[in-house]
């Protein structure tokens, strides 16, 4: 019930002085969205859960996914050989496939049904689910009592039937499966180098690629689609306006059908797991080779909203393009504009939230996270905290003047409950900023005006403390990622010696009495250790003693420099975790390279 390897086919597919918090290289969509799980045990890869919450359950390589009207959810749980549903309320269950390999069950209840290796999953409008049982080389179907049938295809495999009725025709390996608005059925079959419709009369017809198999760029460039030779079309999809969509494998691009019937290269250079569309046009992919989510805009301009290619897990409780994700495969879309995302690699379910606009997401200026702990917004005061929003300001990096942050910068302006704050960074998706570090207890409010105009807004909550450690990845400043004794930028290549010093860079220590006022640069290394009785370093779990904490030339006040000593049982490893608490808040734990 845990093996999880591809089987059946596709082999030839599948195999400035000042921190710039809120400038990241990478493509940053207009619209912004927030990661976080949903279902599964991140890296852990199992069988287990049913009955309880999605987000204490087990799966092994959930591959594809889909949402039907009432919010509920279905996976296909790949290394179990099972269809998972995770209800609204996040409740899950085991929904078709006893596990066993195998091609029974038809007329009965789905649960007591074999599937074999499925790729593909689509609801109706009567949200019946359809499964690619890719295998088998059918299309299974199981209603709202639960009853599984087969659909279309015979159970041998083969490619005919065309014109007559897709119950008696035969698939390769059916794939990416999806509905047109109208209810036709779009099947990819991929080593058939076709896809074909399935019109709600019940008969299969050709409708792009004519079974000549291609590999490489899709030939036919502008022609009928039924007449271009595809490679391995593994995902389709349909927009609204009943345009469809192909992720080719072998070509490694995304394809475009219009109501004229010719098709259209739109994107190259991604290996497509699945599509899905949303009400307004946006197309999303799983970009699995490059572990990133893409969106196709209504405009045609290709963003990444997910994913910062590393091949990993973090940033669940921040914006989406900080996140890591391993081998994303599956998306799908519900009438909120919330995007869900199977993650092969991490064993998972992801949920994309879309930032509302006019809105503003605040996070700790270090980590860009929300609060630790699932605290929500909050902030401390002196901290520097990130805005995510979008139309926010112009791109510019603050060059402090006279040793003090700008308050204009962008063409944008920030207030604090009312008063404008020092800005360190600013850009269309974010603004940085340096909160005062004298603020009144209770809510703290957020405006970003553009150009004279108010254009994101959000609130925080407040706390004495809500440290944040700076990172390579999620700040975008390698200056400030955590150093080994000599200075250098503390990597699995350049590790830590056993028993020597660490220099990690934080913001959110609080109001600790700092001489600077804000949105001063500092000029020296000022000692601070003595301001911050509660300040502690864990590292691996044990408490690390720490020899200074100091302000950090060239930085504003609320950057610090804690130094700490690894403790002398510190095993040899390449992901030793480290946290700092202040006044028994922890920031978010990262990792370092102890050799």
């Known amino acids: ?41 991140p890296q852990y890869l199992g069988y287990g859960g049913d009955g309880g919450p999605a987000s204490n359950a087990q799966m092994s390589g959930p591959i594809a996914i889909a949402v039907d009207s009432k919010g509920n959810y279905y996976v296909a749980d790949y290394g179990n050989n099972v269809i998972r549903k995770v209800y609204a309320n996040g409740t899950i269950i085991t929904f078709a496939g006893t596990g066993k390999f195998g091609y029974a069950g038809d007329g009965g209840p789905a649960t007591a049904a074999q599937l074999s ?4 999953l689509a609801v109706d409008a009567a949200d019946n ?42 698939f390769l390996a059916p ?52 007449n271009a030779i595809l490679s391995v079309p593994y995902a389709v999809t349909s927009d609204a306006a009943g345009n469809i969509y192909i992720g080719d494998l072998g070509a490694s691009a995304i394809l475009k059908i219009g109501a004229d019937g010719l098709i259209h290269t739109i994107l190259t250079g991604v290996a497509v797991g699945s599509l899905a569309a949303d009400g307004a046009g946006n197309v999303f992919f799983a970009n699995y080779h490059k572990n990133t989510i893409g969106r196709i ?4 301009v290709y963003t990444t909203i997910a994913g910062d290619t590393n091949a990993s897990f973090s940033g669940d409780g921040g914006p989406a393009v900080f996140a890591e994700y391993n081998q994303p495969y599956g998306v799908a879309t519900d009438g909120a504009g919330n995007v869900y995302v199977t993650e092969y690699g991490n064993e998972d379910v992801r949920l994309l939230t879309p930032i509302p606009a006019g809105g503003l997401f605040v ?50 302006t920030v207030t604090v409950n009312g008063v404008q704050v020092p800005i360190v960074a600013t850009s269309a998706s974010r603004v940085s900023v340096m909160v005062p570090a004298k603020l009144n207890p209770g809510l703290v409010t957020f405006a970003v005006s553009y150009q004279g105009s108010v254009v994101g807004s959000g609130s925080a909550g407040l706390f004495p403390a809500m440290p944040g450690i700076f990172t390579a990845n999620s700040s975008g400043n390698a200056a400030l990622a955590i150093q080994n004794s000599d200075g250098s930028v503390n990597t699995a290549a350049n590790a830590a010696a056993e028993g020597s ?27 601070v250790k003595a301001a911050l009785p509660s300040l502690a370093v864990l590292i691996n779990g044990e408490n690390a003693a720490v020899t200074a904490v100091q302000t950090v030339p060239g930085q504003p006040a609320g950057v610090l420099q804690v130094t700490a000593t690894l403790p002398a049982d510190v095993k040899t490893s390449t992901t030793v975790p480290v946290q700092v608490s202040v006044s028994g808040i922890a920031s978010q734990s990262v990792t370092i390279a102890v050799q």
């Open 501 to 527: 010093n660490v220099n990690i860079f934080i913001t959110g220590a609080g109001a600790y009495g700092s001489a600077l006022a804000d949105g001063q640069i500092a000029t020296t290394a000022q000692n």
């Open 129 to 170: 689910l359809y499964i690619s049982d890719t295998a088998n080389g059918v299309i299974r179907r199981v209603d709202q009592k639960g009853i599984i049938t087969t659909f279309a295809g015979t159970g041998v495999r083969g490619i005919s039937g065309n014109a007559g009725p897709a119950s008696q025709a035969r």
């Open 297 to 300: 805009g209504a405009d045609g």
């Open 175 to 226: 794939a990416g499966i999806a509905f047109d608005p109208s209810g036709n059925l779009y099947v990819a079959d991929a080593e058939a180098s076709t896809v074909r419709q399935i019109r709600p009369n019940g008969n299969i017809y050709a409708f792009a690629g004519n079974a000549l198999n291609g590999f490489g760029p899709m030939l036919g460039e502008g022609g009928h689609a039924f």
């Open 1 to 41: 019930m845990q093996n999880k390897s591809m089987q059946n086919g596709f082999s030839r597919a599948i195999c400035s002085a000042v921190v710039a918090a809120a400038l990241v290289a990478g493509t940053l969509s207009a619209q912004q969205y927030t990661s976080s799980t949903i279902a599964g045990a």
């Open 363 to 412: 996070a700790n200026g270090a980590s860009n996270l929300e609060a630790s702990g699932n605290a929500g917004m909050v902030v401390a005061p002196g901290m520097m905290v990130t805005l995510f929003g979008y139309g926010l300001g112009d791109a510019a990096k603050a060059q402090a003047s006279g040793g003090q942050l700008p308050l204009t910068l962008g063409n944008a």
């Open 117 to 120: 290796t499925v790729h593909g």
